[in-house]
């Protein structure tokens, strides 16, 4: 906390595909200064997500791309090392989205405090935070799980993954998780009470899945895309729920997709079956997140719902940790210890 | 009324692609007899609509398949000419589901008395029917357009279309229609009341089409699938909705659909734009009936919805209207008269 530099990492070139380190450059440069109302941050970790591909691009999205030299961005926890704000004092932690450098200024409205007493600061960027809250939404008002259905999710050990289903399992519904690798599998059932879980990467993954759904599928969590997708597809029952939030299996794609065209396929079947295929980010839901805070707080207390981080140490790990969340190297939320405690 | 023989018309063979009249088989069948709790009907009028071209084929859809040898389904005004049923009395005009033939018996529990007085009887198969209920639930429950929101809706000259379009701006929002041809354009704007209307057979029709919706589309109802869908697309707000309902373009589609595969950028613009795509079928909402018809006859007898009807003469009419029909040949609701009144 004590540099007299801000190192940050910025984005030094528009990957094709998935990312590469030289598209990252780690830079120092001038501790900012803050103004009346600001306050000047020291981040301690840095949340890597895979929204996180898309900022990379020069393509129209729900936000805006990030500059070529600019910063990257992310959530971070942050200690308060200077404040022109009485709100807030030096020492204090809060949730911010300083993106990925060891200081930032921020705005006062911009931040939250967090009380390590209450929880581990760093769920604030998981389970208690933005993918947490996109898993809540998501099945909240979209997904809709009823006692009894069945609700598939991909990168079920992940943040966003392990809360659907944990939730899922709270509203009584019957929950199958997807993720790579046996320990990942073992882990979503062992650790965090899904029905089953099985391993994409398996042959028979399609007949695996069919037999661990024996009722077919009534809500399928989509934020992975590609191959799952396929597999899920033809077990939706009517009136099935998809809420999207991500497609990382996409994410890296260039150019058009190869034939055959499948859209006509999907289009027919969610006429004939009802599907409901719904699009959404946890941002749009805004007004629901102190019923959130309220309710994972409780559950988390409850142990009903678990999770798992998984901690890159230093700053300079991070372009290497998204290109691996990106491929789902990860095993549990992936966060980057920026500042020692 | 008083023939002495049932003429129906058969599934003579599953269609490849675009059904040809050798599908079809006129045949004479005796006149069924009415058991204890059933009528004896004469059909007069018999509606056609696209759906139909799905009973076609062998494939599994939200409704079984028509068998070969069997008549053809579909709604139909009736009249009772016989009747085992205290409810019911000859002369009586009925909506039942008799199907492509002169003749059948029903049970009383599967018929609506019409009353001549209160509308003309054909509509119930169209406006006040199955195609106006289509549109009055779907714009209803999924498309929900607030007033200034921009719906777009194709096959607008045809009874879904045309109900999509009144109803959208009786809700205060901007309706702009897409038909096949000068006349029916002018027919959707000039009698219907619709904002625009749009030939898209015209070359520049998605040029068009963006200047029409200056505003972008807030709800595209699909009813037709094919070519409408790309050019409308690109033009979707966030959070558009999109009711589908049927894709009559891809009926007669066989096999594979040639690449590129456009499944993936949709569902990236389902992501970032927070689409609902929403598959629904009119009978799900059967509480709904009683305000459809309320709603929709009022709305009828203030001038606010108006309808055309496009009437071919004689039974053995049907299959060449199927056929136009889903080549976009009819202009209004299309109905065969099986009996002169």
């Not at 709100?87 to 989205?97: I, W």
């Not at 600061?121 to 809709?144: D, E, R």
């Not at 994409?200 to 969590?221: E, M, N, T, W």
């Not at 941002?283 to 678990?306: C, N």
Request: proline share 7%; with cysteine.
């Amino acid at each position: 906390m004590s540099a007299s530099k801000n190192r940050r990492v910025v984005l030094a070139a528009r990957p094709r595909g998935l990312p590469k380190p030289s598209d990252f450059r780690i830079e120092e440069a001038p501790i900012p200064q803050p103004q009346d109302g600001e306050v000047l941050l020291g981040v301690r970790y840095l949340s890597l997500d895979p929204y996180m591909r898309g900022r990379m691009d020069d393509r129209k999205s729900y936000a805006a791309p990030t500059a070529l030299g600019q910063e990257m961005e992310g959530g971070t926890v942050a200690t308060v090392l200077e404040s022109r704000h009485p709100d807030f004092r030096p020492g204090e932690t809060v949730l911010s989205y300083s993106g990925w450098q060891s200081h930032a200024v921020a705005k006062a409205d911009e931040l939250r405090k967090l009380d390590p007493k209450d929880a581990p600061v760093t769920t604030a960027l998981g389970v208690l935070g933005m993918p947490g809250f996109t898993a809540y939404v998501g099945l909240g008002n979209i997904g809709k799980p009823k006692p009894g259905e069945t609700v598939v999710v991909a990168a079920a050990s992940g943040p966003v993954g392990s809360a659907v289903g944990q939730i899922a399992k709270i509203r009584g519904a019957w929950a199958v998780g997807i993720a790579g690798g046996k320990a990942k599998c073992d882990f979503v059932v062992d650790a965090l009470g899904f029905d089953a879980c099985l391993d994409h990467s398996a042959g028979d993954f399609p007949a695996q899945l069919a037999k661990a759904c024996p009722r077919g599928i009534d809500v399928y969590f989509e934020n992975v895309g590609g191959a799952v997708w396929d597999a899920v597809f033809p077990l939706l029952n009517d009136f099935a729920r998809i809420p999207v939030c991500g497609l990382i299996a996409q994410y890296n794609a260039d150019g058009d997709f190869p034939g055959p065209d499948r859209l006509p396929v999907v289009m027919r079947q969610v006429l004939s079956k009802r599907f409901q295929i719904q699009g959404f980010i946890q941002f749009d839901y805004e007004e629901q997140r102190p019923d959130f805070y309220r309710d994972m707080a409780q559950w988390i207390r409850e142990g009903r719902v678990k999770y798992r981080e998984d901690i890159l140490e230093g700053l300079e790990q991070a372009p290497e940790g998204l290109i691996g969340l990106l491929q789902g190297r990860n095993f549990g939320k992936l966060i980057v210890r920026v500042a020692k405690d």
